[in-house]
């Protein structure tokens, strides 16, 4: 259905995922190609106390008080050919099902009714870059425990064949802010039990993760095995992960191994890690064949047991007449 003008232009805007420190949009729907350049964001500063801290790096990470302000700079790229008018602002977002999940458009929670951008948009030149100064200020009654939002720059430009239809683009920075007395809570997880699976997907070790502290963890790690058959090893193996394990929850994470690895025996120890805190767990385990993906492939693989049963049964057969005719011979002699 053709839209109609009264009901103005149409907004698309791309499904959001994480990219270092940025949330960007997929390069389907960004307003500018990655051949011709993009709209970046970085942060600029983080807590003295969090210097170590790779998490710190990337997003705003920090405990708050009722009552206190921070601030916190960012800074906005424009590396296209083009000029670009970007918008500056806070929204919403959460962390779920394992996941950081931002909220549409500029929706808003109460940690981004907290939070301004000033200025609230830049005009960039091409190969333009600027920084601005993210607020956060935590009212005196503001809940306490850990809040998520992002803070978003973004473009938009109609779209050159379809002018009812609104392109927008958009990057940020992610806000994960701990409210409460005190010092933040301290972060923790368990790892384990350590687990193979053999599927059509191929062979994997699995652990179950346990956010068992008082923050929200952004997990990256993987898996070494050893003490294999005639003493192998391999590895590292990347953990397949893009998780971010909200407090109190679980998750499994599976890290993938080659299937060409020899079956038998092996000792896996998977690494996690969240920021400066790391933990491990490790099991002997086995690895078998993965199960056939399909009825067709069943049946190829049951080939080579199929031929070894006609065979053994046509050697049963012929001897069974050998002895037969044996025991026949033997007793015309007599």
């Known amino acids: ?12 805007l791309g499904c ?32 003295t106390s969090a210097a170590d801290d790779p998490r710190a790096n990337l997003y705003v990470v920090d405990h708050l008080t009722p009552g206190s302000v921070i601030h916190r700079r960012i800074e906005v790229s424009n590396t296209t050919y083009s000029p670009m008018h970007v918008r500056l602002y806070s929204a919403a977002a959460s962390v779920v099902d394992g996941g950081f999940a931002v909220a549409s458009g500029a929706t808003q929670n109460e940690l981004s009714t907290w939070t301004s951008i000033t200025p609230g948009a830049l005009d960039l030149q091409a190969g333009q870059r600027a920084t601005a100064t ?13 809040h998520y939002g992002v803070a978003w720059a973004q473009v938009q430009a109609a779209s050159s064949t379809a002018p009812q239809v609104l392109q927008v683009s958009r990057v940020g920075v992610r806000l994960y ?10 972060p923790d997880f368990t790892v ?14 699995a652990a179950r993760v346990h956010n068992t502290g008082g923050r929200a963890l952004d997990l ?27 407090i109190g929850e679980t998750e499994t994470v599976r890290v993938d191994v ?31 064949d993965a199960v056939p993906s399909t009825p067709a492939a069943a049946a190829r693989s049951l080939r080579p047991w199929l031929l070894g049963f006609v065979v053994l049964g046509f050697a049963l057969v012929g001897s069974t007449t050998s002895l037969g005719i044996l025991r026949r011979r033997r007793g015309g002699a007599g």
């Open 1 to 12: 259905m053709k839209p109609s003008a009264a009901l103005g232009p149409l907004i698309v």
């Open 16 to 47: 959001l995922g994480a990219a270092g420190g940025a949330v960007a949009a997929p390069a389907a729907t960004q307003v500018m190609s990655p051949a011709s350049g993009s709209l970046g964001v970085r942060l600029v500063d983080r807590p």
């Open 134 to 146: 993210v607020t956060v200020a935590v009212p005196a009654e503001a809940t306490s425990g850990e």
């Open 177 to 186: 802010v701990s409210v409460g007395p005190g010092g933040s809570p301290p």
């Open 192 to 205: 384990g039990p350590v687990t193979t699976t053999s599927d059509p997907a191929g062979r994997a070790v």
């Open 220 to 246: 990256s790690g993987g898996l070494q095995l050893s003490a294999g058959p005639a003493g192998l090893s391999a590895g590292p193996f990347p953990a397949r992960l893009g998780v971010t394990l909200g």
């Open 258 to 288: 080659d299937s060409r690895l020899p079956r038998g025996m092996w000792t896996a120890r998977i690494t996690l890690r969240s920021g400066l805190l790391e933990r491990s767990s490790s099991a002997r385990v086995s690895f078998v």
